[in-house]
């Protein structure tokens, strides 16, 4: 027997539903209007999702359309946009042939180096600074391109993505690559990894949102210097005052909104891709 749902119970769960989303959603829609305000009008009402009057002057700063040059915005997303894509692009290749490796080869010490890639996903982020700081500084890499991408282009949490991965995938289909005279590095590349299409796609987005959102690596390993400042770390010294006077919000939560975009496009892109993947990781897990 079917039973109906009661009215007033549903009419209260999508008003709290509702109600959450109005909660979440309200400061991006701040965060939006803002953007298209004066600096007047920014601090006078800043909760106000009108700006009056309508203003662009924020976004023209932004993309280098006015002649202040206080605030290079277009530097800070060109350094986002080249250390992101070399990151992810290193990271979605080293980790999956780690992962292969670990899945697949069978070596002396392979299982004591899975054990090392799972006690380094233990550790927290911040405790790592200092020998990054030290290492960047012995290989007098120090405040340069190469100090901000090659100490995150491999990532332990990849690889152990990557590995769970190929473990699920039959052996059978290597041994028959493999007995039409693939290699190794063959098999892998045209035969296994087509396969591992969710796994790689969950982890281009981890890899691109994290190197894209990343702080503290790169606050560590370069000077604060303009020219080598991310997106994340130029907001972050606009709103600690270090680029100029005044409150500048619409500037500020302009630069906050082009941050956000990027990551939102992509996940939102690709979502049910990082669903499915991350669904087929903890099962097989």
């Known amino acids: 027997m079917i039973q109906r749902?009661?009215?007033?119970?549903?009419?209260?769960?999508?008003?709290?539903?509702?109600?959450?989303a109005v909660l979440f959603i309200y400061p991006f829609l701040i965060q939006i209007a803002t953007s298209l305000k004066t600096d007047p009008d920014a601090a006078n009402n800043p909760l106000?999702?009108?700006?009056?009057?309508?203003?662009?002057?924020?976004?023209?700063?932004?993309?280098?359309?006015?002649?202040?040059?206080?605030?290079?915005?277009t530097t800070w997303m060109k350094n986002s946009v080249l250390v992101t894509v070399v990151v992810t692009c290193g990271r979605v290749f080293l980790d999956s042939l780690a992962g292969y490796a670990l899945s697949r080869l069978?070596?002396?010490?392979?299982?004591?180096?899975?054990?090392?890639?799972?006690?380094?996903?233990?550790?927290?982020?911040?405790?790592l600074l200092i020998p990054k700081f030290l290492m960047v500084n012995y290989l007098n890499i120090y405040d340069t391109y190469a100090a901000m991408i090659l100490p995150l282009i491999v990532d332990a949490a990849g690889v152990f993505i990557m590995k769970q991965f190929f473990d699920s995938v039959?052996?059978?289909?290597?041994?028959?690559?493999?007995?039409?005279?693939a290699g190794v590095f063959r098999t892998f590349w045209s035969v296994v990894l087509p396969m591992a299409r969710p796994a790689l796609i969950t982890l281009t987005i981890l890899s691109f949102q994290g190197s894209w959102n990343e702080f503290s690596h790169f606050l560590v390993v370069t000077r604060g210097t303009p020219e080598h400042m991310t997106l994340v770390t130029g907001l972050?010294?606009?709103?600690?005052?270090?680029?100029?006077?005044?409150?500048?919000?619409?500037?500020?939560?302009?630069?906050?909104?082009?941050?956000t975009i990027p990551v939102a496009i992509l996940f939102f892109?690709?979502?049910?891709y990082f669903v499915r993947g991350a669904n087929e990781g903890s099962v097989k897990g």
Do not use: C
Request: charged share 15%; glycine share 8%; aromatic share 8%.
């Open 170 to 181: 039959p052996i059978s289909i290597e041994e028959a690559a493999r007995m039409d005279g």
């Open 5 to 20: 749902q009661n009215p007033v119970k549903t009419v209260v769960l999508y008003t709290l539903v509702l109600a959450f």
């Open 236 to 259: 972050a010294s606009m709103a600690s005052g270090q680029l100029g006077a005044g409150t500048r919000f619409p500037l500020k939560l302009g630069t906050a909104l082009l941050t």
């Open 106 to 127: 069978h070596f002396r010490g392979r299982k004591m180096l899975f054990a090392a890639v799972l006690a380094v996903m233990s550790v927290p982020g911040v405790a």
């Open 269 to 272: 892109a690709l979502q049910r």
């Open 48 to 73: 106000s999702l009108i700006p009056n009057p309508f203003d662009l002057h924020a976004w023209r700063q932004i993309f280098g359309l006015t002649p202040d040059t206080s605030v290079p915005i």
